[in-house]
């Protein structure tokens, strides 16, 4: 049997059932104790009391590094930042401490935190509130990240991720809250690192991040009366990444299509691009394409916030691209 809930209540969900059942986890972040700024803790206080749902001071590296802190001492945390653009502000407690210190210090503790920070474009909330950052954690081993797409995956993801003893990162979309979706009844777990084939196809591989994964299923729609079928790829993350679910999806299509909301320039894109590359160039009939956000801060406009971000058309056009192309002999 399964049961309907949005992407925020998977969080909520997650975060209720977690607290319930381990009393070493706690959640803290600015303004949580009401609810949060997109309602992610709404309740939680009150059925879990003020020592384990508590509001935090306005610093992002107080939050991140009272987590690392907590976290070796053998509890584990989940923290809130408000917007995933102020990872930069947390940057040396998440990219080293967080990160690294399991392995600095010979393994003679772990750091089961996790840091839910929301992100993407959500309608005009201009260039430091609308980033998607993943990509700038491929380089950060040790540090899981996350980018659930569907409700199921939330609330399943951040499980998982709870009980994990390595640091994860996870990255909600802003623009996902309010979606729905299907999820079984009882307890829903969904590992980490692993790929999901969201949708089979035999003519393009589009690995798709977070909320272009809804946008390439639309595209798929319009692709598939042309005669065109698209495989679609959830990676769920940037780390770890499951490139065999890729390869094997690429083995069949012979095209690859990276489509996310960051930018094409400094993009998670590259990373599997120049993977792909290396390990199955063999494989491809036609150029790796990749799709993104303009190279440009984000705008304040929604209107030119709408020409920045990839839209469905974007998906489309690059996959008729692909199959039109062929390999230099």
Request: glycine share 10%; net charge negative; aromatic share 6%.
């Amino acid at each position: 049997m399964t049961r309907t809930i949005t992407y925020t209540q998977g969080i909520t969900e997650a975060l209720d059932e977690e607290l319930a059942r381990d009393p070493n986890v706690f959640y803290m972040g600015e303004d949580i104790g009401f609810g949060g700024v997109f309602g992610f803790s709404r309740g939680l206080q009150e059925r879990h009391g003020k020592k384990r749902v508590f509001d935090t001071p306005i610093s992002e590296t107080l939050i991140v590094g009272a987590g690392v802190g907590a976290a070796i001492t053998g509890t584990r945390p989940v923290v809130e930042l408000q917007f995933a653009d102020f990872v930069a502000v947390a940057m040396d407690e998440i990219y080293n401490k967080a990160a690294k210190w399991r392995y600095m210090h010979g393994g003679k503790f772990s750091v089961p935190m996790v840091i839910i920070a929301p992100e993407g474009a959500i309608g005009g909330a201009g260039p430091e509130h609308s980033q998607c950052p993943e990509a700038l954690f491929w380089s950060a081993p040790g540090l899981y990240v996350l980018t659930p797409s569907t409700p199921a995956d939330m609330k399943g993801m951040l499980k998982s991720a709870i009980r994990d003893d390595n640091p994860v990162l996870i990255l909600p979309h802003k623009a996902l809250l309010n979606t729905s979706g299907d999820i079984p009844d009882g307890e829903h777990l969904v590992p980490l690192g692993q790929a999901a084939i969201s949708r089979e196809g035999a003519d393009v591989t589009v690995v798709a991040w977070s909320a272009l994964v809804n946008k390439a299923h639309e595209a798929a729609l319009r692709l598939s009366s042309e005669g065109i079928e698209i495989e679609i790829i959830d990676p769920r993350g940037v780390r770890p990444f499951d490139f065999e679910t890729v390869i094997a999806s690429v083995r069949k299509t012979g095209r690859l299509l990276l489509a996310h909301e960051a930018p094409v320039v400094g993009g998670a894109g590259g990373e599997v691009a120049a993977v792909i590359a290396e390990r199955a160039l063999t494989y491809l009939e036609a150029p790796i394409k990749r799709i993104g956000a303009a190279d440009v801060p984000m705008p304040q406009s929604l209107r030119l916030e709408q020409m920045v971000v990839p839209q469905v058309e974007s998906i489309v056009a690059a996959a008729r691209e692909l199959v039109g192309r062929k390999m230099a002999a």
